[in-house]
């Protein structure tokens, strides 16, 4: 095999082993719709919690994330900038805490729902029942394949990314034509 050949497969090897939550780069959709505060936050001068301390950010603040390094992401608030953990952030229309997101987008417990590749319930037709997690749709051949939804008796959160990062929103009636950013674009669902 040649160098080159060895060379790529080493590439395609470390692309395929980046961790389960490697974050988009700067400046992608997600980080242009800015973020919020999930809990009390810890600030840190650097990406980890060996730097020092830059201060706090309390919950349910908006912040505007500068950039992310895998599981760390640097974020202005009103008050304070430094480094948090991307678990502490959110980056829906509003702070979203699992599993209660009642406070601020009512949900209904029933199901089932149902997901179509088309608009106006088109295409091929996927249906969870109330309960179901899918922190990854890849995994199940259905990434960004979903253009509308019927809610029925039930709600849905539905996420640009896997494990429910990025921009993440509660679906509650039913919908002909998803928004924007999660028009062919769900990667993450939580059925209520």
């Not at 400046?27 to 980890?48: C, K, M, Q």
């Not at 406070?103 to 029942?129: A, D, K, M, T, W």
Request: charged content about 15%.
């Amino acid at each position: 095999m040649s160098v080159f050949a060895r060379l790529a497969l080493a590439a395609i090897f470390a692309i395929l082993c980046l961790p389960a939550n490697a974050v988009q780069p700067t400046g992608s959709a997600a980080w242009a719709n800015g973020g919020w505060t999930n809990v009390e936050t810890e600030l840190y001068s650097g990406p980890g919690t060996q730097y020092d301390s830059a201060g706090t950010v309390p919950g349910g603040e908006h912040v505007r994330v500068m950039q992310c390094r895998y599981t760390w992401c640097e974020i202005r608030a009103a008050e304070a900038h430094g480094w948090t953990n991307i678990a502490h952030i959110s980056f829906g229309t509003s702070p979203w805490r699992f599993p209660d997101t009642a406070v601020r987008s009512p949900v209904r417990i029933g199901g089932p729902v149902c997901f179509y590749s088309g608009y106006s319930y088109s295409g091929s037709e996927v249906c969870f029942n109330g309960g179901h997690v899918s922190r990854d749709l890849r995994l199940a051949g259905l990434d960004n394949s979903f253009r509308s939804v019927k809610v029925g008796n039930g709600s849905a959160l539905v996420c640009r990314d896997r494990n429910f990062r990025s921009y993440c929103v509660v679906v509650n009636k039913d919908t002909t034509h998803l928004e924007g950013l999660l028009d062919g674009a769900i990667t993450s669902i939580h059925v209520y």
